[in-house]
């Protein structure tokens, strides 16, 4: 079963707006909560993270949020730049396993 | 500053034939390092999870295995691959902190 979801396969949004990339979790035992981009054919790079302690962490133009008893986080990326497009993937760690868990990604397309 | 490789990028080989992947780190020492596979139109999945040398954790089952022979160098190898082995292979690290570091991958088509 999917521990880590992200319901959106795809996502367009005009260059300078706001994009807002979600990702719903089942494990309450997950602890720590990340976000990686990646491009095609390249390893996923890491953007930003956020302890299941805090409900907010800010880095520049990327900031995520945590709802716990949602059991919800979003990417906020303001304002979205051309590099942007690219594929995102929300990723847990703990909940019983050794690595991340990962979703299935959202691709980001910010039109110009 | 740490840095990951993989070799080879790219791989086609065909069914029934032996794999090995190559993932080391450079810059740090004693890393945590990993094997994931991202299969077509799915996320990324953990394979193998290494603490230290000669330790080896597998989070499925599969035709696959995993070797630490040093202490930044992480080896994934199969003796016989299936159709379903094709994916893109990914190595991380880690180190004193929950971020994980991916290296650039390699493509695997078994044919």
């Known amino acids: 079963d999917q521990q880590v979801k992200q319901n959106s396969p795809s996502l367009s949004v005009q260059e300078g707006r706001i994009s807002i990339l979600n990702c719903d979790y089942t494990n309450s035992m997950f602890d720590y909560f990340l976000w990686y981009k990646k491009y095609p054919a390249e390893g996923p790079t890491f953007l930003i993270s956020?302890?299941?302690?805090?409900d907010k962490n800010e880095d520049g133009r990327f900031t995520v949020f945590l709802n716990k008893s949602a059991k919800h986080l979003s990417l906020h990326i303001v304002p979205s730049q051309p590099g942007d497009s690219a594929v995102y993937f929300c990723a847990a760690l703990g909940g019983g396993a050794d690595g991340l868990t990962f979703g299935k990604g959202t691709h980001l397309i910010i039109q110009p | 500053s740490q840095t990951i490789h993989q070799w080879p990028a790219t791989l086609v080989q065909p069914v029934g034939s032996p794999l090995s992947l190559e993932c080391t780190v450079e810059g740090t020492s004693n890393p945590n390092l990993y094997w994931y596979r991202q299969a077509a139109g799915r996320g990324l999945q953990l394979l193998f999870y290494?603490?230290?040398?000669?330790?080896i954790s597998s989070e499925v089952p599969q035709n696959l295995s995993a070797s630490r022979p040093q202490d930044r160098q992480f080896i994934l190898s199969s003796k016989k691959l299936l159709l379903s082995d094709s994916g893109f292979y990914l190595c991380?690290?880690?180190?004193?902190?929950?971020?994980?570091?991916f290296g650039p991958g390699t493509r695997l088509t078994v044919t």
């Open positions: 991380a690290w880690s180190g004193g902190t929950n971020e994980q570091y």
């Open positions: 956020i302890s299941s302690i805090k």
């Open positions: 290494s603490v230290g040398i000669g330790q």
